[in-house]
């Protein structure tokens, strides 16, 4: 399990030239991960490397539950309409 990492805001994603997407960087031997930020920064949804949505039919949202801190258990994956 990865704890630390760097995090990176970057500008656009295969869909929206102006969107917001986190990249996070969990270390040399992993995958970096970009996350799209959706519904006003509550939620987040995965991207591939070339920051497309996933083509498949699961869910991949993270949505931001509760009074925000950041918890282990602050985040649940439930589905979102997406922008």
Request: cysteine-free.
């Amino acid at each position: 399990m990865v704890e630390t990492g760097k995090w990176f805001l970057l500008r656009g994603s295969a869909r929206d030239r102006n969107a917001t997407v986190y990249q996070i960087d969990v270390g040399p031997n992993d995958h970096s991960g970009n996350f799209l930020v959706i519904d006003g920064g509550k939620a987040l949804h995965q991207l591939d490397d070339q920051m497309r949505e996933p083509e498949s039919g699961l869910n991949y949202t993270l949505t931001r539950v509760g009074d925000g801190s950041l918890r282990s258990d602050s985040m649940t994956a439930s589905p979102t309409t997406r922008p």
